[in-house]
T-cell receptor, first 114, second 112 residues
Framework: DSGVTQTPKHLITATGQRVTLRCSPR?????VYWYQQSLDQGLQFLIQ???????AKGNILERFSAQQFPDLHSELNLSSLELGDSALYFC?????????????FGQGTRLTVV | SQQGEEDPQALSIQEGENATMNCSYK?????LQWYRQNSGRGLVHLIL?????REKHSGRLRVTLDTSKKSSSLLITASRAADTASYFC????????????FGSGTRLLVRP
């Protein structure tokens, strides 16, 4: 158990809908990362937060947004969903600001858009 | 675009053999990490090597880093069926070490 909790584990929704994925980082970790893993794109970095502030952005679509709350949990919001958004979405956390330490991954949310 | 590219994409070996996976990356880095992913599950950190290190060992794992060639290799010795998984390298770029950039992964199958 990595200590990172993601909910829900599975999500099936229709095109055009909006969903929210939730992540509770490992206790004491200030950084949260979001990744998307699909068969054709591999593991893509979306966004990183550190102690509530956005610190790095990857290939995150404008339809996607994220935030980190004062209690350090994070949410990834996906809107106007398309079939191609179907993927595994991972949250990871680490202890320090810079990418030196290891990242601890949650088990992911499997999103299926139908 | 991916920072790291693993090679080979897939590897099938017999139990007891060694498995070698390679990773190439594009920009200067602070460190390089290797992760393992069992099918459909979260990634698990295996080992980290810093940019000023050339080799590191952890149990049956040996990692090398050649910053001049921007490449790294992961060697798993005396492989076991339980080592069957996908292995990813991840780099923390020097210009933006807030993020970890993952390669495309090597799928390792260890046949019993």
């Amino acid at each position: 158990d990595s200590g990172v909790t993601q909910t829900p584990k599975h999500l099936i929704t229709a095109t055009g809908q909006r969903v929210t994925l939730r992540c509770s980082p490992r206790s004491g970790d200030l950084s949260v990362y979001w990744y998307q893993q699909s068969l054709d794109q591999g593991l893509q970095f979306l966004i990183q937060y550190y102690n509530g502030e956005e610190r790095a952005k990857g290939n995150i679509l404008e339809r996607f947004s994220a935030q980190q709350f004062p209690d350090l949990h994070s949410e990834l919001n996906l809107s106007s969903l398309e079939l191609g958004d179907s993927a595994l979405y991972f949250c990871a956390s680490s202890g320090r600001e810079r990418g030196d330490p290891e990242a601890f991954f949650g088990q992911g949310t499997r999103l299926t858009v139908v | 675009s991916q920072q790291g590219e693993e090679d080979p994409q897939a590897l099938s070996i017999q139990e007891g053999e060694n498995a070698t996976m390679n990773c190439s990356y594009k920009t200067s880095i602070n460190n390089l990490q290797w992760y393992r992913q069992n099918s459909g599950r979260g990634l698990v950190h295996l080992i980290l090597i810093r940019s000023n290190e050339r080799e590191k060992h952890s149990g049956r794992l040996r990692v090398t880093l050649d910053t001049s060639k921007k490449s790294s290799s992961l060697l798993i010795t005396a492989s076991r069926a339980a080592d069957t998984a996908s292995y990813f390298c991840a780099t923390a770029p020097m210009d933006s070490s807030y993020k970890l950039i993952f390669g495309s992964g090597t799928r390792l199958l260890v046949r019993p």
